[in-house]
């Protein structure tokens, strides 16, 4: 009796399927995914209130931290846990492409995406009344894939460097708390000229340098387009190691 093999479309909306209700089942990491950036924002007003900080320079921050939480946090953690499980090895051996298991994967983290940065823009709205004009809606959502690119795929060198499912949640948590800091002695800080241009165009920097000026696109400039590229750039090198070190098994 001959096997009948299902269609990619089929399998692809049975993962997607899986992994959504998975992600339901850890509502609670999701909750507190979208509750941080948003209280970061909250916590922030003082300083936007008092002119300190720009309403779209705090949007961006907090989108930013918001996004290295989905990247680094959930989605690093939840392939290594699937992975130390043996589902990735189980998955594997099932008549489907390779690609279309992690296609699943990141449709969800996509789905994080854009709920933390509508969170944020609510929360901005709510607030402080901050009020982006329609291409700043848009052009945030793009720029906040772009950067969230860049955090999955450095999530993607750690799990795939690190077997460990232990080991690799706490280098997620150091890697996330670095880049918080860095990030926050950069805006607040004052520090040496050579430091602060390091901050900037650390991945941090450069993410929230696109998304920033992507929400007020009239403060578009040359320097954010280096900063654009300079994201892509971290994307594809980090995607590109991350990719050729991931092995299936944890063992």
Not at 185 to 209: H, M
Not at 213 to 231: E, F, G, N, R, V
Request: glycine share 6%; net charge positive.
């Amino acid at each position: 009796m001959a096997t009948t093999i299902p269609s990619t479309s089929i399998v692809l909306k049975s993962l997607l399927r899986a992994d959504l209700k998975t992600q339901w089942r850890n509502r609670r990491a999701v909750i507190l995914s979208l509750l941080i950036p948003v209280v970061i924002l909250y916590t922030w007003k003082p300083l936007i209130t008092e002119h300190m900080m720009a309403g779209t320079a705090a949007l961006s921050s907090c989108t930013t931290i918001g996004l290295m939480a989905i990247g680094l946090m959930g989605y690093t953690n939840s392939i290594a846990r699937d992975r130390d499980k043996g589902i990735f090895l189980r998955l594997r051996v099932a008549p489907l492409p390779a690609w279309t298991i992690m296609i699943s994967r990141l449709f969800v983290q996509l789905v994080m995406i854009l709920l933390v940065t509508i969170f944020v823009l609510i929360a901005g709205y709510s607030f402080d009344n901050i009020i982006l004009p329609a291409t700043g809606y848009l052009l945030a959502f793009i720029a906040a894939i772009v950067g969230a690119s860049v955090y999955l795929a450095l999530g993607q060198v750690i799990v795939g460097l690190i077997k460990n499912p232990e080991i690799v949640n706490a280098t997620t948590r150091l890697v996330y708390f670095v880049f918080v800091m860095t990030g926050m002695l950069g805006q607040f800080a004052p520090i040496w000229e050579v430091v602060k241009n390091c901050i900037k165009w650390s991945p941090y920097g450069t993410v929230q340098t696109i998304l920033s000026a992507s929400m007020d696109p009239s403060k578009w400039t040359s320097t954010t387009t280096q900063a654009l590229l300079a994201t892509i750039g971290y994307a594809a090198v980090l995607a590109t190691i991350g990719i050729k070190k991931f092995q299936w098994s944890a063992k």
